[in-house]
């Protein structure tokens, strides 16, 4: 068989390489379907363990690329089945150490060749850097042929891209400074890598010790921030006083999201998950009355969970003096800026007029 090459130039392969090209183009249905069965199991192993992944592919090798090999070094190969990458699957992570969890699974799904597989992030010098990825040979259980699990981070991957591009598969050897400027990069990408993999690791520490501080009641301890009040909110603290307003009608109480009122809570003053306890256990009794003039008078049925912290911070802004601008500056924190706001401030606080609370000093 004569092969065309990019050249425009033909060689010929000997029979030996013929036969092996012969066994790929009939084997070729059973790769496609390995490739597919191969994917479907690293997603639903990866999806049962949790692990989310930047991107994940799988590929078959074309008659071209396996024939450009066979060129190179067909006679190294006894048969199709000591080449290894027929098959060749890479998954992309975004941090190190899950890198190491889709191994694991590899290792669960799939038979590996370990005297072939390579860790080539263990065969840098200490003073060197580069290409680094995670390469296993596995085959599927019954089946003949190998097939390549490439496993390496978003930025692994891109220097690998970049590697290639621009030396390895360029045909031109790199000059000596471009290749430093190489290497000073690949530092930077793999201290950037394990700096991500470290902030992950610190949070996930930081949200554990929240979870235990806000089950324990330490609020003046927590810090107020997204993490904390999401805890906050499993408390359910604002709980009692949406029931005790929704008795005044016997209404059935809607739950949303109070994620919103992070910031209104932050706009106030607040600094700790312990401040807002304060305004629940000082204004619970203001925000009552102003519940009760607002919907005593109507058939309301159905309330939304939203009422209680809303009410609270209403009447915190008007027992500390806030006036129009305070309760406008709350409302906008809350729905954004707009005129409706203005609107609803100047009514809350004309309405506010006629509440006992406003005649009490604090």
């Not at 058939?299 to 915190?316: E, K, N, R, V, Y």
Request: a negative charge; aromatic letters at 8%; hydrophobic letters at 40%.
């Amino acid at each position: 068989m004569s092969i065309q090459l990019r050249e425009g130039m033909s060689k010929v392969l000997d029979p030996h390489c013929e036969e092996i090209l012969e066994e790929y183009r009939q084997s070729l249905p059973g790769f496609e379907q390995s490739r597919t069965d191969i994917l479907d199991r690293l997603r639903q192993a990866l999806d049962k363990a949790g692990i989310i992944v930047a991107s994940m592919e799988a590929r078959v090798k074309t008659e071209a690329s396996l024939t450009g090999k066979l060129e190179l070094k067909g006679g190294k190969y006894a048969s199709l089945a000591d080449i290894t990458d027929i098959v060749g699957v890479r998954v992309i992570t975004f941090y190190i150490d899950d890198v190491d969890k889709v191994a694991s699974a590899v290792e669960r799904l799939f038979e590996i060749d370990w005297d072939n597989s390579v860790d080539k992030r263990k065969v840098h010098e200490i003073d060197s850097f580069g290409y680094m990825s995670l390469h296993y040979i596995c085959r599927l259980p019954g089946r003949p042929y190998r097939f390549e699990v490439q496993m390496r981070t978003v930025l692994q991957h891109a220097w690998a891209n970049l590697y290639h591009d621009t030396g390895y598969k360029s045909g031109v050897e790199v000059p000596r400074e471009y290749l430093r400027n190489m290497n000073r990069l690949a530092g930077m990408l793999e201290l950037a890598d394990e700096q991500f993999s470290r902030i992950r690791t610190e949070l996930t520490d930081y949200r554990r010790r929240v979870q235990a501080l806000v089950a324990s009641g330490n609020l003046e301890e927590v810090q107020l921030d997204g993490d904390s009040f999401r805890n906050y909110l499993a408390l359910d603290p604002f709980g009692a006083l949406n029931r005790r307003i929704a008795a005044v009608n016997q209404a059935e109480i809607q739950e949303v999201s109070l994620m919103n009122f992070l910031p209104v809570f932050k706009g106030l003053g607040c600094k700790t998950l312990g401040d807002i306890a304060t305004i629940i256990k000082n204004y619970s009794e203001p925000a009552y009355q102003i519940a009760c003039y607002q919907i005593g008078l109507t058939d309301l049925d159905i309330i939304s969970s939203s009422i209680g912290p809303q009410h609270l911070c209403t009447a915190f802004v008007l027992r500390s003096d806030g006036g129009k601008a305070g309760l406008k500056y709350m409302l906008d924190l809350l729905n954004g800026p707009s005129e409706m706001n203005s609107e609803m401030a100047e009514f809350l606080f004309e309405q506010s007029k006629a509440l006992s609370f406003m005649h009490v000093a604090d």
